[in-house]
C-alpha cells in the first residue's frame, strides 16, 4: 500500500524560529520522487521542495530544507527563519512510477507575529 | 503565464441532483489529473489524462463520476447522481510532462457540498 502519515494536524511557530513538520510514509517501490506541497489560505498549493529518494543530499531551497532518511521511511520539512507568509496547509506527497500523487493528510502551520 | 483554473469555486447541490466541475490547464500541459480531498482526510487522485486520453483512472471511486477532456484542452468531471459522501475539495493539476519527478500545478480547488 503507498500511504503518507502527517501525524501533526496543526502547528505554530513564533515568527523568525524554525519548526519542523514532520511525514513518513510506505511504498514498495524503489524509486521515487518526495514532494512537500504548501496551500496559503484562499489560495491553490504551490510546490515548496522536492527529493529523489535516490539522491542522499538533502534538498533545499532557501529557507526550506527536509530531513531524508530512506531506511526510516522519513521525511521531514524544516523552516527556518519562519514568516507570516509562510502560514499555510502543507502537505507531503511523494509519487512512483505512476504518474499521480500520494498524499498526506496535511498539517495546518501557523505563524505568529 | 495563467495558472489552472478551476470553475465554480464553491457549488453546493442537493443529493440526487448533478453536477459538473470545469478544468482549465496551464496552456501547453498535455497531462491533466484530478484529485479530491474529502473534509479532514489526505488528498486522493482520480485520474490523469495524456491530452484527450485517460491514461489512469484507477481512483475514480464509482462509475457515477465521469471524466472528460475535449480536445485535449479543458477537463470536465461530471457527478451524477450526487451523493453526501462526494461532498469535498475536488483539485485539477497539470504538467507539461510525464513523469514520477515533474511538478504538477495545482488549481485552487472547487468545493463541493452535497446537502
Not at chain 1, 23 to 28: A, I, K, P, Q
Not at chain 2, 7 to 33: A, M, W
Not at chain 2, 46 to 64: A, I, W
Not at chain 2, 71 to 83: C, F, I, N, W
Request: proline residues 4%; contains cysteine.
Amino acid at each position: 500500500a503507498q500511504t503518507v502519515t502527517q501525524s501533526q494536524p496543526e502547528m505554530s511557530v513564533q515568527e523568525a524560529e524554525t519548526v519542523t513538520l514532520s511525514c513518513t510514509y510506505d511504498t514498495s517501490e524503489n524509486n521515487y520522487y518526495l514532494f512537500w506541497y504548501k496551500q496559503p489560505p484562499s489560495r491553490q498549493m504551490i510546490l515548496v521542495i522536492r527529493q529523489e529518494a535516490y539522491k542522499q543530499q538533502n534538498a533545499t531551497e532557501n529557507r526550506f530544507s527536509v530531513n531524508f532518511q530512506k531506511a526510516a521511511k522519513s521525511f521531514s520539512l524544516k523552516i527556518s527563519d519562519s514568516q507570516l507568509g509562510d502560514t499555510a496547509m502543507y502537505f507531503c506527497a511523494f509519487s512512483t512510477g505512476a504518474n499521480n500523487l500520494f498524499f498526506g493528510t496535511g498539517t495546518r502551520l501557523t505563524v505568529i507575529p | 503565464e495563467a495558472g489552472v483554473t478551476q470553475f465554480p469555486s464553491h457549488s453546493v447541490i442537493e443529493k440526487g441532483q448533478t453536477v459538473t466541475l470545469r478544468c482549465d490547464p496551464i496552456s501547453g500541459h498535455d497531462n491533466l489529473y484530478w484529485y479530491r480531498r474529502v473534509m479532514g482526510k489526505e488528498i486522493k487522485f482520480l485520474l490523469h489524462f495524456v491530452k484527450e486520453s485517460k491514461q489512469d483512472e484507477s481512483g475514480m471511486p464509482n462509475n457515477r463520476f465521469l471524466a472528460e477532456r475535449t480536445g485535449g484542452t479543458y477537463s470536465t468531471l461530471k457527478v451524477q447522481p450526487a451523493e453526501l459522501e462526494d461532498s469535498g475539495v475536488y483539485f485539477c493539476a497539470s504538467s507539461q510532462d510525464v513523469g514520477f519527478g515533474y511538478e504538477q500545478y495545482f488549481g485552487p480547488g472547487t468545493r463541493l457540498t452535497v446537502t
